[in-house]
Structures are given as C-alpha cells and as structure tokens.
C-alpha cells in the first residue's frame, strides 16, 4: 500500500510539473491541432521545422484527395510530389478507404499466434503480379526494414557476407541499409558502418564484375537511382547484372522500394529489360497511400532457408490486418485502372513538355530525364532549383529535392493524374521560368543605363 501511494504522489506530483494536453475530439479537434502544428513541431519534433518554406508559410496539410492537397487556409496544392512515391494511386483513393474502414471492424492488430489472413492472402497476389519464381514473402513496415531483410536473407542463404552496392544510391537508414547506402553524407556521421559494404560507379557492369570476389552474397541495385537524382543507367544494364550475377553465383536484390507498383510505366521496373531479381524489395505505394507497409520477396529455393527457425526474422506490426487489407485493395486498383500503362503515357508527356521547356530555358533547365511518372528535372545550379522549388509552392505546386543531388527535383505524382493536370504543372513552371528570364534581362539592362549614365556624368564633367 505504501509502495502503491508512493506511485500516486509520484505521479501526481510530474503532473503539476507538467500540464498533459488533452483533447476534445470531435467535429473542430483537427483543426485545433493543425492551428498548434508548427508551434508543437518546433518544440517537439525538430527546430528545423521553423526553416522550412511550409512552416514558414504556416501551411498544414488539413485534407487530402486524388491528386490535390488542401492546406489548413484552404490552399490547393497539385501533387507532383506524391510522398515520395507513396501515392500511386492517390490520395484516399474510396476503394482502399473502404477496405480499411471494414476491416477496422474486423481485426486491426493481429495477434501473433493465431494465423493472420491478411498477409497469407496479400503474399498470393503479389506472387500473382510478381515477376518469374518470386513467390513468398515477408511484411514489414517500411522500405529500410525491406532491405535489412532482404540484406540479411542474401547472407544466410549464401553464407557469404559481401554486398555489393552503387555510388549514390539510397537504400535507407538503418545501420544495415546505410551500409548498402551510397553517399556520404549520410554514411559518415555513423561510421563504423557494417563491414563487407562496397560501393561501385552505377551503370558500369565492368566496375561490379571487378568487385565480385569468393566472399560476395549479392548485388544491390536501384533499377533507377530515386534519391540520386532519378539516373537511369544505360539500357541492357540490368540484364548484364543479371547475367554475370547469375554467371558468378550472386544473388541480385533489386530495390523496388520507389519504382515498384507501377511507377516507372510497369508493374515493377525490372519488367522494362525482362528481369528476374533472387530478391525485390516494396515499400512506399504498396500501401496505397493509406497505411505503411514494406516486404522483400523471393523464390521457393531461397525462401527454405527460413524454414528451420521462420523466427529468425521478425517484426511485430509487419503485415499486420490493416496494412495488407490496404495493399490488397492498391494491387487491386492498380490492375482495374490500368495504372502502369497510365504511368507510361502520362510520363511521355510530361517528359516531351518538360523536354520543350529545357529547349526555351537551357539557360536554366540542364536535363530532363525518368521513365514513367519518375522523372528527374535537374537544373544549372542549385540556387535555381530553390528559386523554382519555392515558386512552384507558391503557385500550388508541391514538388521536393531529390537528397544526393541538389539541383534536381523530382516530378513523382499520383499515377492518375490527368493530361490537363500536367499541362497546368507545365504552364505554371513555363511562366517562372519566363519570369526569371525577364527578371534577369531587366537586371542587365538595368546595369548597362547604370552604365550609360556613368558615362554620360564622365562626359559631362569632362567637357565642363
């Protein structure tokens, strides 16, 4: 009893230290935290909120649908951005919606024991859609947590440790995924790393022949580099990889994490050269932009090394009812809406109107590059990218740096976006870019009468 009221007074006590905010749910109870957003993300998230153009601007996202963002003063954003890659399908998209609110009424959390529906009946159809012998699967939460799996599969069925990766890719950032990672920046500051990580030139098949030794378990690649600056490498690369991976008795794991479910113009982006990864890994859009899940994939032959100790690799909430029910229902809709072959004609496109406008302004377009609705468009310096990005903001268009290369941004919509929607993303971007152009003409003409009157004064002065 003494111990017990100790507790009490304890507890009582950190609460007149601290007020506990608690909240009237209801009807206005989002739009009172949307009004305190950036306060409580500056004093309990990061103080870098307080730099960002979005809180600067006081924007909070306040609701969401098909291809549009609404913030908390009613703005609306054009959603060229879509996540990071996350919204495939769109915003909220009814069907997914849908089959999540049912099976909230159903089963949420699984409990663990018991067998969980969901993610036998999920891994079915991804072996359905999946590309050759890919067959099972394991669920996670997250594109890191599927490369860590999918690192950790390669080596205990190879008992090899090796890996091989590429110079400015991203595979995530946990210790084991930023081991595959390869930039710097974000490599360093946690080193020592793993070791048996090396790191090669991307697109150059001789580089990763070069690196092979008895020691290697596998090769990881982007079939485009996202974060490196949407760079696709020459074409027959990956069926090269595949080949002397194969020749060499390497396992292939091919981070599908950003240009999987569709994305690029196919289901997966390896189906572009006809390739059959030992490992893929899915994340981001897998969940149809409505609950985060993340899986890495592989054929029967590989799969039986899990079979002594299937608990060897776990996770607590991966494939949990809620997320597969919401993956379920993205393949779904993916396959009723035609949704790669709708990547692939919007991205020509928006890669032929982008292409036009880098023709206008090579002044201060550099490149346009991408496949599908991933596309990269890389200017001349970084200040113009910032100047651009910002603008675009500003006028309802919500594009983001790619992280390994600051002068580029990445074009990443919903896949059901309309040929009016990117030919109002393109006249927006057309009328900054023209007004740049101006603005820098008026600068210069401005200096050369500066000038003139200069010389005019020295004249006058003379003559006087």
Known sequence: MKVGGSFMALYKKNFEKKEFPKLERGAKHYEMIAAEALENSIEHLNHAYGQKLCGAEGAVEYRDGGVYTYDNNGKRYL????????????????????????????????????????????????????????????????????????????????????????????????????????????????????NGFVHVPFGDIDAIENAITKNTAAVILEPIQGEGGINLPPDGYLRKVRQLTQKKGVLLILDEVQTGMGRTGRMFACEHESVVPDILCLAKALGGGVMPIGAFMSTSKIWRVLEPNPSIHNSTF???????????????????????????????????????????????????????????????????????????????????????????????????????????????????????????????????????????????????
């Open 79 to 194: 959603d060229c951005l879509g996540g990071y890659g996350i919204f495939n399908v769109g915003h909220r998209h009814p069907k997914v919606i849908e089959a999540v609110k049912n099976q909230l009424d159903q089963v949420c959390l699984h409990s663990q024991d018991l067998l969980n529906p969901w993610a036998a009946y999920l891994a079915k159809q991804l072996a359905a859609i999946a590309p050759g012998d890919l067959k099972y699967s394991f669920f996670c939460n997250s594109g890191t947590e599927a490369v860590e799996g999918a690192i950790k599969l390669a080596r205990l069925y190879t008992g090899k440790t090796e890996i091989i990766s590429t110079k400015n890719s991203y595979h995530g950032v946990s210790m084991g995924a930023l081991s595959a990672t390869g930039r710097d920046v974000f490599r360093k500051p946690f080193e020592p790393l793993l």
């Open 318 to 464: 991966g494939g949990n009812p809620l997320a597969c029910t919401a993956a379920s229902a993205c393949i779904e809709v993916l396959l009723e809406e035609h949704l790669p072959a709708r990547a692939a004609m919007m991205g020509n496109l928006f890669t032929r109107k982008l292409k036009e406008l880098q023709d206008l302004f090579p002044q201060y377009v550099a490149d346009v590059r991408g496949r599908g609705l991933l596309i990269g468009l890389e200017f001349q310096t970084k200040e113009v990218r910032e100047q651009v990005q910002v603008e675009l903001f500003h006028r309802g268009v919500l594009v983001a740096a790619t992280m390994n290369a600051n002068r580029t941004v990445r074009i990443e919509p919903p896949l059901i976006i309309t040929e009016a929607q990117v030919l109002l993303m393109i006249e927006t971007l057309s009328g900054i870019l023209q007004e740049l152009k101006d603005a820098k003409v008026a600068d210069i003409t401005k200096k050369v009468k500066k000038r003139d009157r200069k010389k005019d004064k020295e004249k006058d002065r003379k003559r006087a």
